[in-house]
């Protein structure tokens, strides 16, 4: 055995009891693994087997054996029946990760070179077939004590956080992680936001009907992740594309929630989807509120407002024309349907179901309390800002 593994096993009780110390500092949940006497022995038991295990296993270059990886799958097990939450796990991994890197590089002297590259040859993918472990029997724990929306929302957070161990959690529920998703957010008021028994029901519903990682982010936000590739050839017929499979899940969630509500959408690579979710929040806050609404709105379709809210002083701007219109007889819903239409007089007529000269007096009234035409390139630039704005705020 070379200088730096006697070192190291020289050392492993006290390193092992300073370890527990900072998990009881750093890791806020660590208290629900030493809930009496017996726990706490088994907690510094599993901290000194750990090291002990890296020692002789690197030492002797030799790959953990099933039995190894049988226990620690068994405490995995184990601490998510005790309620360790998957943050809870995940700082715990992070500050064990750090301190045995930590005593390896103090116990290093000059000559231990040849040691250390052994521990770290070792250290990598013997690490990783650890956590893998683990990780699975945390899965088989949570299962036994969390309803299947319960473990999905979990699925949803750590891929929204960018968190490798999606990949464990998607297994546990019966789904694989996709290489890209659609991000949807919709945003719901808050006189029509469902109470917690609501919310429950719609989850567990969407799950059975689609199948896809969703969550509710607070009771005024869900959040959907669809695949935006399956692997199926992209011209099949019946196959549906990313967004279409996204217009699906977004229908049965505005039937399920009811009212009005505001939609955004974005897409990214799995590993970058925090920044995909920023984006779709972004989208969502200025998006228009609506009724029974299903457009997935992109950044594309409201860049202008989203630049909008960073200038105080233009938003407020367009709150006063707002105002204005506010005195005539529904010119923002007129004007939103002028626009959506792309300006077509009869069609825009037809979908208010109103006399064509119902809709000219809508668009002179709009004209003669903002001073601006709604059918000249000015009026589209401002007053269709002025509508969207005035929409997403309900």
Not at 68 to 86: K, N, T
Not at 176 to 203: D, F, L
Not at 342 to 357: E, G
Request: aromatic residues 4%; glycine residues 8%.
């Amino acid at each position: 055995m070379g200088n730096l593994f006697r070192t190291l096993l020289r050392q492993l009780d006290s390193n092992a009891r300073h370890a527990t110390g900072v998990y009881r500092r750093e890791v806020a949940e660590y208290e629900v693994l030493e809930r009496d006497v017996r726990a706490r022995a088994e907690a510094l038991e599993y901290t000194v087997w750990l090291r002990r295990k890296t020692i002789d296993l690197a030492d002797k270059e030799q790959p953990l054996s099933a039995d190894d990886l049988a226990l620690m799958a068994s405490v995995g097990e184990q601490r998510a029946g005790m309620g360790l939450s998957l943050p809870g796990h995940q700082q715990l991994v992070v500050a064990h990760t750090r301190l045995l890197l930590r005593e390896i590089d103090q116990a290093t002297g000059p000559g231990d070179g040849d040691d250390l590259m052994r521990l770290m040859r070792w250290f990598g993918p013997q690490g990783t077939r650890g956590g893998e472990a683990y990780l699975s029997g945390y899965v088989a724990g949570q299962r036994r004590r969390m309803s299947l929306a319960g473990r999905v929302r979990m699925l949803a957070e750590a891929l929204l956080a960018d968190d490798p161990a999606a990949s464990g959690l998607a297994s546990g529920v019966g789904m694989r992680v996709h290489p890209r998703y659609r991000v949807t957010v919709i945003r719901v008021p808050g006189r029509q936001r469902p109470p917690k028994a609501r919310r429950e029901e719609i989850t567990e519903t969407l799950l059975r009907r689609r199948q896809v990682p969703i969550l509710w982010h607070d009771p005024a936000e869900l959040v959907a992740l669809t695949p935006e590739h399956t692997g199926e050839p992209a011209d099949a017929a019946t196959t549906p594309t990313g967004q279409e499979r996204a217009q699906s899940v977004v229908q049965d969630i505005t039937a399920a929630v009811g009212g009005t509500c505001a939609i955004g959408t974005s897409v990214g690579a799995t590993g970058a989807l925090a920044a995909v979710l920023a984006q779709a929040r972004r989208v969502s806050r200025v998006a228009p509120m609506k009724s029974g609404q299903q457009h997935l709105h992109t950044m594309a379709d409201v860049f202008v407002e989203l630049g909008v809210t960073r200038l105080p002083e233009v938003d407020d701007w367009l709150r006063d024309i707002d105002r204005s219109l506010s005195r005539g007889p529904d010119l923002v819903a007129t004007l939103d349907r002028y626009y959506q239409l792309d300006m077509d007089r009869a069609r825009t007529a037809t979908a208010l179901n109103v006399h064509p000269r119902t809709l000219d007096y809508r668009l002179r009234r709009a004209h003669e309390l903002t001073g601006i035409h709604p059918g000249s390139t000015r009026g589209v630039r401002v007053l269709s800002a002025v509508v969207t704005r005035s929409l997403a705020r309900g």
